[in-house]
């Protein structure tokens, strides 16, 4: 049986994030991974929203105008 202590969520380390060790094609290395903390959330919504302005101000009259859920996921990945 699965003790609660094994699925609880270490918040230090999601938002200081710790070190881990990835090897490619035989070359190790470290990144630093963390979690989506309160603050990258919010800054990936202020660029969301940043591009659909900027797009929406770019179409034509009457043409069918984007929202942050309806932005391509290419223009997303840029964000």
Not at 6 to 29: C, H, K, M, S, Y
Not at 71 to 78: H, I
């Amino acid at each position: 049986m699965a003790s609660l202590k094994r699925i609880q969520l270490d918040a230090d380390r999601i938002n200081d994030g710790r070190w881990v060790t990835v090897e490619v094609d035989g070359d190790p290395f470290e990144i630093k991974t963390r979690g989506f903390t309160a603050r990258y959330r919010d800054t990936f919504q202020r660029l969301r929203m940043e591009r659909v302005r900027e797009i929406n101000r770019k179409t034509d009259p009457g043409a069918l105008m984007l929202s942050v859920d309806t932005l391509p996921p290419s223009v997303e990945d840029l964000c």
